[in-house]
Nanobody
Framework: VQLQACGGGLVQAGGFLRLSCKAS????????VAWFCQAPGKEREFVAA????????YYADSVKGRFTISRDNSKNSAYLQMDNLKPEDTAVYYC?????????????????WGQGTQLTVSS
């Protein structure tokens, strides 16, 4: 599975943006898909994840109520709607996929990664 993330950009605090993750090479309808972010000098951190059926989602405490993860298996795509953005959300965002049912918040469980897309939130 190859993943391509896009949709990042420069946004003012309080604004919104939607990231997209497109899979190719294999259907990822049975995969858990997640978003992680990495700020300069920091480790890659969990943001949100969604199980294959779309009914079960997970969020980092820092984004609960502001970010929404979704997926459209017919389009082999997943999305991260980010609202009420804060400067501390600034990071490179990566989408990832896993075919096994391990801890969805642990980046080490993901075998497929996109290239990352930069989000910058100005104050």
């Amino acid at each position: 599975v190859q993943l391509q993330a896009c949709g990042g950009g420069l946004v003012q605090a309080g604004g919104f943006l939607r990231l997209s993750c497109k899979a190719s090479g294999h259907s990822f309808r049975s995969y858990t898909v997640a978003w992680f972010c990495q700020a300069p000098g920091k480790e890659r951190e969990f943001v949100a994840a969604i199980r294959w059926g779309g009914e079960i989602t997970y969020y980092a405490d820092s984004v609960k109520g502001r970010f929404t993860i979704s997926r459209d298996n017919s389009k082999n795509s997943a999305y991260l709607q980010m609202d009420n953005l804060k400067p501390e959300d600034t990071a490179v965002y990566y989408c990832a996929a896993q075919s096994i049912g391990s801890d969805p918040t642990n980046r080490h469980g993901y075998g497929y990664w996109g290239q990352g897309t930069q989000l910058t939130v100005s104050s």
